[in-house]
């Protein structure tokens, strides 16, 4: 499915309806170029989850976690494999009791479960549009794109 987000606020918006409907266990993988709006839908998530402080891109740091709201958020920008994002201890959000989002989860997809919401942003024809293709595969997976086809 395809949504169309036309400004910084909107992809809030639509972060922020996938977050109050993630449970433990969920897993997001978010990927597009740089500036597409990766870390800007991972705030929407948190904000959905309760979360009212700041959320930077965990570039450098390639883990930020939001134990308030029991969020993980990792960026794979500076990771080569699958086996790199699993030696900075992810399995450890990933099998408890965390939600997690993986920017750039195309680069270390075999390190993630199958299991999981895919959002794929796009620069659109207009400076503020985004395209985002959401596709679910696994159980979490096919019910979060059910609550972003309610978007519509």
Request: proline share 3%.
């Given at each position: 499915?395809?949504l169309v ?14 977050g ?14 740089l500036?597409t709006?990766?870390t800007?839908?991972v705030?929407?998530?948190?904000r ?40 900075t ?64």
């Open positions: 499915m395809e987000s036309d400004s910084i606020d909107k992809t809030v918006s639509l972060g922020t309806i996938l109050r409907s993630m449970t433990p266990g969920d897993v997001v993988c978010l990927e597009g170029e500036g709006g990766k800007v839908m705030l929407g998530i948190a959905g989850r309760g979360y009212a402080g700041a959320v930077p891109s965990p570039t450098f740091t390639i883990i930020h976690t939001y134990p308030e709201v029991c969020l993980c958020h990792a960026d794979a920008f500076r990771l080569s494999s699958a086996d790199e994002l699993l030696e201890g992810i399995e450890e959000y990933l099998e408890g009791d965390w939600i997690v989002a993986v920017e750039w989860a195309d680069r270390v997809r075999d390190a993630l479960p199958g299991d999981a919401l895919t959002v794929r942003l796009a620069f659109g024809r207009e400076d503020n549009k985004r395209l985002l293709t959401i596709e679910g595969t696994g159980e979490h997976g096919r019910r979060l794109a059910g609550v972003m086809g309610e978007v519509r």
